[in-house]
Nanobody, 115 residues
Framework: QVQLVESGGGLVQPGGSLRLSCTAS????????MGWYRQAPGKQRELVAS???????TYLESVKGRFTISRDNAKNTVYLQMNSLKPEDTAVYYC?????????WGQGTQVTVSS
């Protein structure tokens, strides 16, 4: 049974930083592409960052230079380091694991950027 558990969300002031973590179980983590998505109220879920099993990354244009995705295969964990946070980054952030037709989601963690 695949399980993705996110942590690290919370309330932060504009300009602040947070690091999200997602630990996977039930999969051979190292062969999966991992991603972070977010969904703000009234908006569609969007891909924030992805990291392939070979190390290739993609980023949403609005987070480039501020967010960094990384993974530790020994810990079955993917991270999203978020710096210079803005109010428009406020959303529920979801971890995703994908391999061909297989797709799994975490339960989401709330990130709120507000003064």
């Amino acid at each position: 049974q695949v399980q993705l558990v996110e942590s690290g969300g919370g309330l932060v002031q504009p300009g602040g930083s947070l690091r999200l973590s997602c630990t996977a179980s039930g999969i051979i983590f190292s062969i999966y592409a991992m991603g972070w998505y977010r969904q703000a109220p009234g908006k569609q879920r969007e891909l924030v960052a992805s990291l392939s099993n070979s190390g290739s990354t993609t980023y949403l244009e609005s987070v480039k230079g501020r967010f960094t995705i990384s993974r530790d295969n020994a810990k079955n964990t993917v991270y999203l380091q978020m710096n210079s946070l803005k109010p428009e980054d406020t959303a529920v952030y979801y971890c995703h694991a994908g391999l061909m037709q297989h797709s799994s989601w975490g339960q989401g963690t709330q990130v709120t950027v507000s003064s």
